[in-house]
């Protein structure tokens, strides 16, 4: 399997655009996570869904953020307007919950966003 | 409010000695702690995992110790190896729930 893949791997834009993070989860997986990692808080949960459906969006940090599962096989999250404080990396995780044996989460290789 | 900390932000260790890693969390509801791996450009990868039912788990080179009393855990890398230089994260989760909490990493630096 090629694991998770996200799209732009960077993406430099200006205060007030607007940007959209990609997300393909490994294929089979049920959950889908969004996370922002900065240096002060680490690794921040922003939202998960389970089979398509947003379960818990209370780490989405503002209405500016958004995020969407139109399908089982990709996310996305958009950020508008941007601002240079949402400059952080992204991280697209997926995982298959079968029991307790199975929390682990398989993230992707993040999207490293950068708001001038 | 961070739930799981990680106090030290870097670490450096020689080849061959032991690295200790520690995790702080605030949360005592917290049954399920996982250890990943992050270097750089790439996304964390797995690398151990401990239920609140054991206070020990070993796999290979490493091994997670939790002391559910102190509310910490710790990673044990024995011998370090230059490959292991990377930033390792704690996370933690409640029961049933498929949310999970990182800390902040910690940088480890293996000197050959």
């Known amino acids: 399997d090629a694991g998770v893949i996200q799209s732009p791997r960077h993406e430099v834009t200006e205060m007030g655009q607007e940007v959209t993070l990609r997300c393909k989860p490994i294929?089979?997986?049920?959950?889908l996570f969004w996370y922002r990692q900065t240096m002060m808080r680490g690794l921040e949960l922003l939202i998960y869904?389970?089979?398509?459906?947003?379960?818990?969006d209370s780490g989405m940090p503002e209405d500016r953020f958004s995020a969407k599962m139109p399908n089982a096989s990709f996310s996305t999250l958009k950020i508008q307007p941007s601002e240079p404080r949402d400059s952080a990396v992204y991280f697209c995780?997926?995982?298959?919950?079968?029991?307790?044996?199975?929390?682990?989460?398989?993230f992707g290789p993040g999207t490293r966003l950068t708001v001038t | 409010d961070q739930q799981v900390k990680q106090n030290s932000p870097s670490l450096s260790v020689q080849e061959g000695r032991i690295s200790i890693l520690n995790c702080d969390y605030t949360?005592?509801?917290?049954?399920?702690f996982l250890w990943y791996k992050k270097y750089p450009a790439e996304g964390p990868t797995f690398l151990i995992s401990?239920?609140?039912?054991?206070d020990k788990n070993e796999d290979g080179r490493f091994t997670v110790f939790l002391n559910k009393s102190a509310k910490h855990l710790s990673l044990h890398i024995v011998p370090s190896q230059p490959g292991d230089s990377a930033v390792y994260f704690c996370?933690?989760?409640?029961?049933?729930?498929?949310?999970?909490?990182f800390g902040t990493g910690t940088s480890l630096t293996v000197i050959p």
């Open positions: 995780a997926s995982s298959l919950r079968q029991g307790k044996a199975s929390y682990e989460q398989y």
């Open positions: 294929s089979g997986h049920d959950y």
């Open positions: 869904f389970n089979n398509n459906v947003p379960i818990d």
């Open positions: 949360n005592s509801m917290f049954d399920y």
């Open positions: 401990i239920s609140s039912i054991k």
């Open positions: 996370a933690a989760s409640e029961g049933t729930g498929n949310q999970f909490y």
